[in-house]
C-alpha cells in the first residue's frame, strides 16, 4: 500500500550537524518497493512531494536546500498511487493502510472546522484535539482505531506520533542505534540490511508511541489485547524478502506458500516446468518447484520467463514498462522474455502473485502459446482478489477479475474455472485461505481476508 519510515535524532542534532532528511531519503530508498508513484518529505517546519520515483540522493538534498528541509525530526512517505486525500499535500500525516467507517465523521462532536473536508482531514483534526489540546492519549488511540486499518505518523513540531491499530493489520516497527542518538519508525524491519548499528523490534498492535529529540520513545498507551489479524498480502508482496515479520523471515515464508500449494494441488496438475511470473513470485516458485519434484520425477526446475518484478501493472507507468507497451504495440513483442526450448511442447505453469485485473497474466499466456506451449495451467499465490484496499489502494478502482463472480460461486473449484475461460488458460488454481495460512504459518483467524473470501474453499 504505502512506505512510511519517522525519523527523530536526539537534541544535539545541530551541534553534530546532522539533518534528519538524511536518514530518511537513505531509508526512503529502502523502502522504494512499496510505492514508486508519489513521494513526500516533511522535515522540520517545512513539506514537499512530488509525483513519480523518489529522486536520487544529490537531488533530494538540492530539493531540500531549496525547500528549507532541515530540523531534527522528519516524516517519509512512498505510495503506489497519488495521495487520494487532497489534505495530504497540507497536513503532517503519513498512513501505510485505509480508513473505514468515516460517513458519519461530520457528526463527531470535535469535527469543528474540518465538517466539510475529507475524511483523512476529519481524522486528523479530531484525533489531534483529543491527542494534544484534551491530552488524552487513550480516547485518542480508541478514537483511530476504530477507523484506520493499518500505520499512522503525525509530526507536531518536532515531535513524531505514531500508531499501529489493534488488528497489527499492517507491520510497523521501531528502531534505536546503540547511543540513542537516532530513533526511528518504519513499515518494516529490512531497514536494518543497511541501518546496521539500529536494533529493530515490532510496535505492539494498539500501541501510541511518541518520539521526542529529548527522551527518545515514549509509550502512550498499553499495547491491546486484541486478537491479531495481520494482512496476507504483505507476505506475498508488500514486504521485502530481506524483512522478517514476526521472526519469520518473508522470504521463507514465500518458498513455503510455494510448498504447501504443491502439496494440495499435486494430484491437480500434471506439470513439466514451473515459472515465476512477475518476478516478485521467484520465492513462491522455487518452494513449489522443490516440494512438486517428489510428486513427479519428469518435472523440471528451470528459469522460463524473465520480466523485471518492477515491470508491473501500476496505473503509474515507469519507464520500463512504457517501453515494453510501446513495443508490443508496434512490434507484436515486448521486454518479456520466453526461453521456447524449454517451453515448446510442454505443460507448463505460470506462478502468479495475484489476479487483479487479469492484463499481466493474459500477457503471460499469450507468450507462452506462441512459445508453443502444450498446456497453461496458472497457480496464484494469494486467494481471490475482490477487495482492491487489500492489495494495495492502487486496485481500489480497477476492475477486478473476481470480483464480477461474488455471490455467483459457491467454492474456488467454481471460480477457478469461471477465471480460467476469463484469461485463456487451460486450469487456474487460486490459493484458498486455509492453504495461504497454513504456508504463512499462523492460524487463518489470524489474518484478514475479505468475508466473502473466507467463506469460499476447495470441496476436496
Not at 69 to 86: D, R
Amino acid at each position: 500500500m504505502a512506505g512510511i519510515v519517522a525519523v527523530v535524532l536526539d537534541g544535539e542534532w545541530s551541534n553534530k550537524k546532522v539533518n534528519a532528511v538524511y536518514y530518511l531519503a537513505h531509508s526512503m530508498r529502502m523502502l522504494q518497493h512499496r510505492g514508486k508513484a508519489y513521494w513526500r518529505l516533511i522535515v522540520g517546519n517545512s513539506a514537499t512531494g512530488k509525483e513519480g520515483s523518489l529522486p536520487p540522493d544529490d537531488v533530494i538534498l538540492k530539493i531540500a536546500q531549496r525547500e528549507k528541509l532541515n530540523g531534527a525530526s522528519g516524516i517519509g512517505y512512498l505510495s503506489k498511487k497519488s495521495p487520494q486525500f487532497p489534505s495530504m499535500h497540507s497536513i503532517w500525516v503519513a498512513i501505510d493502510g485505509f480508513f473505514v467507517d468515516t460517513e458519519k465523521l461530520h457528526l463527531h462532536p470535535y469535527i469543528g472546522t474540518a465538517r466539510d473536508s475529507d475524511s483523512l482531514f476529519k481524522i486528523y483534526n479530531i484525533f489531534t484535539q483529543l491527542l494534544i489540546e484534551k491530552q488524552n492519549p487513550s480516547r485518542a488511540a480508541e478514537f483511530i482505531d476504530r477507523h484506520l486499518r493499518g500505520n499512522w505518523i503525525m509530526k507536531v513540531g518536532e515531535d513524531i506520533y505514531a500508531y499501529r491499530d489493534s488488528t497489527g493489520f499492517k507491520p510497523l516497527v521501531r528502531a534505536t542505534n546503540k547511543d540513542g542518538s537516532i530513533n526511528m519508525v518504519s513499515s518494516e524491519n529490512s531497514l536494518r540490511t543497511s541501518l546496521i548499528d539500529m536494533e529493530f523490534s515490532d510496535i505492539p498492535p494498539g500501541q501510541l508511541l511518541r518520539l521526542n529529540h529529548d527522551s527518545g520513545f515514549q509509550s502512550m498507551t498499553d499495547p491491546a489485547q486484541n486478537k491479531v489479524m495481520m494482512d496476507p498480502f504483505e507476505f506475498i508482496r508488500e514486504s521485502h524478502v530481506a524483512a522478517t515479520i514476526s521472526g519469520k523471515s518473508v522470504y521463507s515464508i514465500r518458498k513455503n506458500i510455494g510448498k504447501e500449494q504443491a502439496n494440495f494441488f499435486s494430484q491437480d496438475l500434471e506439470i513439466e516446468s514451473a515459472y515465476a511470473e512477475p518476478d516478485y513470485t521467484r520465492p513462491m516458485t522455487l518452494g513449489f518447484s522443490l516440494e512438486y519434484q517428489k510428486h513427479s520425477k519428469g518435472f523440471e526446475v528451470s528459469e522460463g520467463i524473465i520480466k523485471d518484478r518492477y515491470d508491473d501493472s501500476d496505473h503509474m507507468i515507469d519507464f520500463s514498462e512504457q517501453v515494453s507497451k510501446n513495443k508490443l504495440l508496434t512490434t507484436g513483442r515486448s521486454l518479456k522474455f520466453v526461453m521456447q526450448n524449454l517451453v515448446s511442447g510442454k505443460r507448463v505453469a505460470s506462478v502468479q502473485g495475484t489476479i487483479q485485473t487479469g492484463s499481466t497474466v493474459r500477457e503471460t499466456i499469450y507468450y507462452l502459446r506462441n512459445a508453443g506451449a502444450r498446456r497453461i495451467d496458472v497457480i496464484v499465490s494469494y486467494v481471490p482478489t475482490v477487495d482492491g484496499r487489500q492489495v494495495g489502494l492502487y486496485t481500489q478502482n480497477r476492475d477486478l477479475v473476481a470480483n464480477k463472480y461474488v455471490g455467483e460461486v459457491s467454492s474456488i473449484e467454481q471460480l477457478n474455472e469461471h477465471v480460467a475461460k476469463e484469461i485463456g488458460s487451460d486450469s487456474v488454481l487460486y490459493n484458498s485461505p486455509a492453504v495461504l495460512a497454513k504456508g504463512i504459518g499462523v492460524q487463518e483467524e489470524s489474518l484478514w481476508f475479505p468475508e466473502w473470501v473466507r467463506f469460499l474453499d476447495y470441496r476436496k
